[in-house]
């Protein structure tokens, strides 16, 4: 799967990967640049994600909302 298909999930687990790598192993200065790069990548697609579910959940919360008042009004 390339890397701009991941699920949350999967980028959620590359991206602890990349912290562990950065705060356990010995990486080069180099290195540490790359995976602090991708890291950041993932970080952002992951908030971007979370911020379009939210925005998902909320369009159902105001349609089931509304949906009940419409059948309020029908009922009075």
């Known amino acids: ?29 180099e290195e540490s640049l790359d995976l602090y790069q991708r890291g950041m990548k993932l970080s952002s697609a992951c908030d971007k994600t979370l911020k379009d579910a939210e925005n998902k959940v909320n369009q159902l919360i105001k349609e089931e909302t509304k949906d009940e008042d419409d059948v309020e009004e029908i009922n009075e």
């Open 1 to 29: 799967m390339s890397k701009e298909q991941q699920s949350f999930e999967e980028m959620m687990k590359e991206l602890e990967s990349i912290v562990q790598k950065l705060d356990n192993e010995t990486v080069s200065l």
